[in-house]
């Protein structure tokens, strides 16, 4: 998906100057993707909250839709850390077709860092899929690669409207992993984790502290490696001058 921008932009077919509607779950996603050309909402995990917050969202005012953060792993193949470009995403019955621009170049960039990046189904869910059982029953009905919460509802938001959609998402607890109900619990309102009630866990039950620990790890894990996306959602956005000079903007900043 590139929205109107790139090196074929002339004077017959002029920038469009409206940003993108970037679609998180949790603050340290919406962080990431928040700078040129994106307007970033997040949801704090919660499907109702998103559905809320975009019914009094202008899609005038946006040129396109991504769905980006992180995902449950649904094909035991895949590890934390390990991208998905979303070829479609699917909820129900429901089906739609999603669409990056990634070239070749970016993607052997990627690989070139140790980030596996594979194009595949994204799940839509109404609730975190915490058991392992569950994931491997939602693959087999779907054939999915990852699920999670917020893409079905933005590729909808987008079909209803005609906007372009994309979705990219990072592999965080994979197809093997139950995830401990604390971990889930513990999100904030705005999407922040609330580490105290963690804390207050793991003080009444010392046993959920290995399964936080093993968690927290490949969370970790998959924030670095969407950090290292921004430049995917920079190419979908911005034209290779302006790419550029974002790049150098970032490097001086780090």
């Known amino acids: 998906m590139n929205l109107g921008m790139g090196d074929e ?7 469009d100057p409206r940003p993108v509607l970037v679609v998180t779950g949790l603050v340290q996603e919406a962080r990431i993707a928040a700078g040129p050309g994106m307007m970033v909402i997040c949801s704090s995990s919660d499907p109702q909250q998103l559905r809320a917050l975009l019914t ?10 991504i769905s980006f953060g992180v995902a449950g792993g649904l094909d035991p193949t895949l590890k934390a850390g ?3 470009v979303a070829t479609e995403v699917t909820a129900g019955d429901a089906r739609w077709f999603a669409g990056l621009s990634l070239g070749e170049e970016q993607i052997a960039r990627a ?4 980030r596996r990046v594979v194009r595949g189904v994204l799940a839509g869910a109404e609730e975190v899929i915490v058991a392992q059982a569950r994931k491997a029953a939602l693959r087999m009905t779907t054939g999915a690669a990852a699920v999670d ?5 933005a590729a909808a938001y987008a079909a ?5 959609f994309a979705a990219l998402r990072v592999i965080s607890d994979p197809a093997h992993r139950t995830l401990p109900s604390l971990a889930k619990d513990a999100i904030k309102p705005n999407g922040d984790i609330d580490l105290a009630m963690i804390l207050r866990g793991i003080a009444r039950n010392p046993r959920a502290l290995r399964g936080l620990v093993s968690t927290g790890i490949e969370f970790n894990r998959a924030l670095r490696s ?3 996306c921004r430049d995917f959602l920079l190419g979908s956005v911005l034209g ?5 000079e974002s790049e150098a903007l970032v490097a001086a900043e780090v």
């Open 82 to 84: 390990d991208i998905v």
């Open 9 to 15: 932009v002339s004077a017959d077919c002029p920038i």
């Open 240 to 244: 290779s001058e302006e790419l550029a």
């Open 226 to 228: 969407l950090r290292g």
């Open 149 to 153: 919460m917020e893409s079905h509802i």
């Open 56 to 65: 009094v969202f202008d899609p005038t005012s946006i040129r396109g839709v």
């Open 111 to 114: 690989t070139l860092k140790r």
């Open 160 to 164: 209803d409207y005609g906007l372009p």
